[in-house]
Nanobody
């Protein structure tokens, strides 16, 4: 099993910044990908950013040039630096880690952390 612990959410004013962290622990042989998703009230969960083993990244158009995803392989931790936050970024942010299992890729989700952007 793999456990994910998220931190860093909170309340911030428009234009402010937050940094989310997600640490993975447990039966991890190799991590294929780490990413962040978000879900606003009444909306579907959507991809925010993902980083694949090897370092390639992908971002939602709505967060490009404002958010940066990074990972610390030694700590099995993924970060999301969020700058120039807007009210539209308000959502519960979920960490997702995809682990290489025995011949398969296994996804794990964090419990979610609330990000609220409001004046």
């Amino acid at each position: 099993q793999v456990q994910l612990v998220e931190s860093g959410g909170g309340l911030v004013q428009p234009g402010g910044s937050l940094r989310l962290s997600c640490a993975a622990s447990g039966s991890i042989f190799s991590i294929y990908a780490m990413g962040w998703y978000r879900q606003a009230p009444g909306k579907q969960r959507e991809l925010v950013a993902v980083i694949i083993s090897g370092g390639s990244t992908n971002y939602a158009d709505s967060v490009k040039d404002r958010f940066t995803i990074s990972r610390d392989n030694a700590k099995n931790t993924v970060y999301l630096q969020m700058n120039s936050l807007k009210p539209g970024d308000t959502a519960v942010y979920y960490c997702k880690v995809v682990v290489r299992g025995s011949g398969s890729l296994e996804p794990y989700w964090g419990q979610g952390t609330q990000v609220t952007v409001s004046s």
